[in-house]
């Protein structure tokens, strides 16, 4: 049967049922049947079904999941502690750079307390697996300035850097960072010539209106040629300095700038399809691969109070002492989800979790684990002659025993959300797109006995001779990057320029994206 856009959701949650895909893809706004969409040589992934016409057969649309790999970090030195975290990874060429807080938090006269400096910290990698700590003697800390702190004062809570890719940036302010509170009067900016030695951009915040009390993030968007950025507000209540009160859903508010110091058109981010939740971060950036595509992966925070089943989560002990303190320390869970926008303000929010507390085992399944860092960088496979694939950085241990710990996890390049089917099979047929190039590129993987293939048609839905799916070659294997052919051809010269359909049929095979070169 052939659903219309009207259907599709409804469909997908079908499918999700017999598949065990669990990813919803956003409806797409104003978009008419035979819209034409310039698709250009952009890569293009199935985080929403902005692409998608049509489906027939079992089709879904499956959320994949990063795999922990080993500790990278403990923050196990006497000015980082258990509450450090919002770390930021930033991949600088040959140089793998990570900030984080490093900050320790201890029960003291039933009291959740800090018993050091909030300070910011740096460590550094060349591979993204194996890290250390420089002593950089930038900042003194009990007599010594043999450490690895990069800035310690206003904006330590939370400071979250950014490589600024603005064409022309001056090599002085390559490297820029938000950080601060209320109390600080906002968001502050730095800037740094070399990710290490930071100063103040200027004295007043840049952008006041919120409550900040989070890892808040900013960066250059190339797609529309301004600078964005991403902070914390509470719904309800009242967050002033002096009268600390939210109340309601923790969630994000955006704006845009040319220039980092005025913030215009703000506003509070909408959700496609999801439900009210608690948004602890937000960890918004444009994916490398895809820039027009901006990704999310914030931290859901969750109170689950006191249950039998709270009782039978990891540390009970440590829960109950935090509890003393306030029952949200001990009884919160906190996981991350993704989300996705071409717009920066409608985002498609996957209800279910992409990195979930996991397997029970002592310091899990508690506030602030499982926190990914902000951003995913490129690292090697443990495979030999397998290629490269996307780190991320999660937190784990906080709030417990000797320090905070960093677990780096992996996924596929794209690997986000594959368009899959079953054995039975299935196929999606696209809106009309114009493209550039002469050779359609496709990230897929199949079963041995699976298959792809591809049939370009008419913007009306009629095949076009030499590319009619008789005339397709069956697409096998797991790669990255196959170029589809038709009779072993794959020029598609002829057709650039033109609106085209794309006809996917796939059997027991997943598509994670597709590309026009």
């Known amino acids: 049967m052939t659903l219309d856009r009207r259907q599709f959701v409804t469909a997908a949650i079908t499918a999700a049922a017999t598949t065990n895909a669990t990813y919803v893809p956003a409806r797409s706004k104003g978009k008419m049947s035979f819209d034409r969409y310039a698709m250009g040589t952009r890569r293009e992934l199935f985080l929403d079904d902005f692409l998608i016409e049509h489906t027939h057969g079992k089709i879904a649309f499956e959320l994949h999941h990063p795999i922990a790999r080993e500790q990278v970090i403990h923050h196990d030195r006497p000015w980082e502690g258990t509450a450090s975290g919002y770390h930021t990874v930033i991949q600088d060429g040959s140089v793998y750079r990570l900030y984080y807080r490093g900050n320790n938090f201890d029960l003291v006269n039933n009291k959740i ?227 996705a926008s071409r717009d920066g303000v409608l985002f498609n929010r996957c209800n279910e979790a992409f990195l979930a507390p996991g397997i029970q085992r002592p310091d899990s399944w508690y506030y602030a684990h499982n926190a990914v860092a902000l951003n995913m960088v490129t690292t090697r496979s443990s495979l030999p002659g397998a290629p490269d694939e996307l780190s991320f950085y999660a937190s784990s241990g906080n709030w417990h025993g000797e320090g905070a710990k960093l677990t780096r996890h992996t996924l596929r390049m ?44 008419t913007a009306s839905g009629q095949p076009i001779k030499g590319f009619t799916l008789d005339d397709a070659d069956e697409t096998f294997g797991n790669e990255l990057d196959r170029t589809v052919t038709w009779k072993g051809s794959p020029d598609v010269t002829q057709l650039a320029g033109r609106p085209v359909r794309l006809r996917i049929t796939l059997r027991d095979a997943d598509l994670y994206a597709i590309q026009f070169s």
């Open 113 to 339: 307390q800090p018993t050091n400096q909030e300070v910011t910290c740096y460590a550094e990698s060349t591979d993204g697996i194996h890290w250390e700590k420089p002593v950089l003697g930038l900042h003194e800390q009990d007599g010594s300035s043999k450490n690895n702190i990069v800035w310690q004062g206003p904006g330590s809570h939370n400071f979250s850097p950014f490589l600024d890719r603005r064409p022309g940036c001056p090599d002085r302010e390559r490297f820029k960072a938000f950080g601060g509170l209320k109390r600080d009067g906002g968001m502050l900016l730095f800037q740094s010539p070399d990710g290490i030695h930071w100063k103040k951009s200027q004295d007043q915040a840049v952008i006041t209106n919120g409550a900040f009390d989070s890892a808040n993030t900013g960066f250059w968007d190339p797609t529309i040629q301004k600078y964005r950025a991403y902070w914390r507000y509470f719904t309800e209540g009242i967050t002033e300095a002096d009268n600390w009160k939210p109340a309601g859903i923790r969630a994000i508010r955006t704006a845009v700038s040319d220039d980092l110091i005025d913030w215009r058109g703000e506003h509070d981010l909408e959700y496609t399809d999801s439900p009210d939740q608690q948004m602890y971060t937000n960890n918004i950036v444009p994916y490398f691969r895809a820039p027009h595509i901006l990704l999310g992966f914030p931290m859901r925070y969750v109170e689950r109070g006191w249950s039998p089943s709270m009782r039978a989560l990891p540390d009970l002990e440590k829960r109950e002492l935090r509890s003393a303190a306030h029952i949200r320390y001990g009884t919160a869970i906190t996981e991350t989800q993704i989300m």
């Open 414 to 457: 794209d690997g986000f959300v594959s368009v899959s089917s079953p054995f039975e099979g299935g196929e999606v047929v696209t809106r009309p797109v114009l493209f550039k190039g002469s050779r359609l590129h496709v990230n897929f993987a199949t079963s041995a006995a699976g298959t792809l293939k591809i049939e370009m048609q």
